[in-house]
């Protein structure tokens, strides 16, 4: 039998692989209540239009409620034979109203029923992803206030350079997560335009109201270009783009849970909730939702870069190949959903082993920096100068296996006679941080502030 919808110039019905390629019902499903939404706003401006009579449309609009109602009790039969979520409501309309069904479709295609069904799809998503992204930064900023004055190792190259404090680098990550925020919403405003009504790609000879339709999806405005409305997927691409770089964000935060919690760095530990066992190794306890974040950023990349790839090489205006926009950006979208509330969880979860973060913050001679700093300031000297005499005197201390705060006064006037005792008040990793109050720095009292001020922000609704 031929398809009823767009059958009329086909005698027979199409091969089993057809059936099968063509098909999106598999996933597109997931877009029932958005594609009702978008015929119910048609279908009211038909009527308000005088193109569609108001009888009709009333029975469309209860019919299509009863759909809804359907698919949200699990009573409705997805068919693979009618290809997707459009066609699959369509024709379930049918079944319920008879022909008045039929002119549902008048002024409207498959082609800008799609994109504008996505652009209300990916407009939740962001949604939702937003308000997650707030928690996750909540959840930051509560450890890195009660973490302040935690000293921890900070690294470059992954050596010890110089002291910070966890709650510091827990910050770090709020801004981060704040501009992945910023990055969903610019996307946000871009994508709220409505594409109903730009029909197939040329528009529709129909007195349609399509600002009429805007407003009733929340959409700022109409598209400007039906060509460009039925063919655009950027919507889809720049969401993917700021996921991406989110799902890169905690991948890096996973990687150092991944480090930290190893035994051989010791720097924080997770409690059973987010750890798992080994089935061979009783002692074991595995980082695995950090392993998984970490790996889900790989799919939420390969989403990315599948559609970019789709969509390099289509003429305008809509093409098939476009429906391949669906199935990776749900899966990336729900991996990276997933992630940020594991790791909301881990943040929760995890504490710091402050004793061993303090003593590896002094290790690597990790003051260093503020012994070059005293004799700039004390000596008045350049720091390259500086940076010389400090460079011998850890050569020194290396020589003598010691860490710098216990070199006697005598071996530091060995490398320059004009140093005191004064020095010391510098070399100890509590002071080292203190001293960082620079706008930004890793000193408790700036750490607190940055807390706070996240907080109060983070409180608003
Ligand atoms: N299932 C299609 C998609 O996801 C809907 C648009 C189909 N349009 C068409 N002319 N075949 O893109």
């Known amino acids: 039998m031929s398809n009823k919808m767009w059958g009329g110039r086909f005698s027979t019905g199409p091969n089993a692989i057809m059936e099968e390629i063509n098909a999106s019902i598999g996933f597109d499903q997931r877009l029932y209540a958005q594609d009702i939404a978008g ?20 029975k469309i609009q209860k019919g299509l409620d009863t759909i809804l109602s359907e698919i ?17 409501v369509e024709q379930r309309l049918a079944d319920l109203i008879g022909p008045s069904a039929g002119r549902l479709h008048t ?12 652009r209300l799809y990916v407009r939740d998503t962001i949604d939702a992803l937003d308000a997650q992204l707030a928690d996750l930064m909540t959840a930051l900023a509560e450890k890195a206030l009660a ?18 404090t966890f709650g510091h680098h827990l910050m770090a990550y709020v801004e981060m997560l704040a501009r992945d925020r910023g990055r969903l919403r610019d996307a946000r405003t871009r994508l709220n335009e409505s594409p ?16 009429a339709t805007a407003a009733a999806l929340g959409f700022d405005r109409p598209t400007a270009n039906s060509l460009d409305a039925v063919s655009d997927r950027d919507f889809v ?35 059973d909730a987010f750890t798992t066992g080994s089935s061979i190794m009783p002692q074991k306890r595995n980082p695995d939702a950090a392993e998984l974040a970490r790996g889900k950023a790989g799919r939420i990349v390969g989403a990315l870069t599948g559609l970019l790839v789709v969509m390099k090489g289509l003429p305008l205006a809509y093409a098939k190949d476009m429906q391949e926009d669906k199935e990776g950006a749900f899966d990336a979208f729900s991996a990276l959903s997933l992630v940020i509330a594991a790791t909301a969880g881990m943040v929760r979860d995890l504490e710091p082993e402050a004793a061993r973060m303090r003593a590896a913050a002094g290790q690597g001679y990790s003051t260093a920096t503020d012994l070059a700093d005293w004799l700039v300031r004390a000596l008045g000297i350049p720091f390259r100068e500086a940076h010389h005499a400090t460079g011998r005197i850890v050569a020194l201390a290396s020589e003598r296996g ?12 060995g490398v320059d006679a004009r140093i005191t005792q004064d020095v010391f008040s510098v070399l100890s990793v509590t002071k080292s941080v203190a001293s960082r109050t620079s706008y930004g720095g890793t ?4 750490v607190r502030a940055q807390a706070r001020r996240w907080l109060k922000t983070l409180a608003k609704p």
């Open 237 to 271: 691409l720049e969401t993917l783009a700021a996921a991406a770089i989110c799902a890169i964000h905690l991948s890096r935060f996973a990687e150092e849970v991944v480090i930290w919690t190893s035994p051989s760095f010791g720097l924080i530990k997770l409690s």
């Open 147 to 164: 973490h302040a004055a935690t000293v921890m190792p900070g690294f470059t190259h992954l050596q010890t350079a110089q002291p910070v």
């Open 443 to 446: 000193a408790p009292v700036r």
């Open 39 to 58: 015929s119910k706003a048609h279908a009211t401006m038909l009527a308000a239009q005088g193109i569609v009579g108001a009888k009709d449309v009333e």
């Open 196 to 211: 109903l009504g730009s029909a197939a790609l040329a528009g529709t000879s129909f007195p349609i109201d399509r600002d």
């Open 107 to 118: 002024a409207r295609s498959r082609n800008d029923q799609v994109a504008t069904d996505f």
């Open 72 to 88: 949200e009790a699990g009573r409705f039969t997805f068919r693979r034979d009618l290809e997707d979520i459009h066609m699959n």
């Open 402 to 413: 010691v860490p710098l705060h216990r070199l006697s006064l005598e071996d530091m006037q």
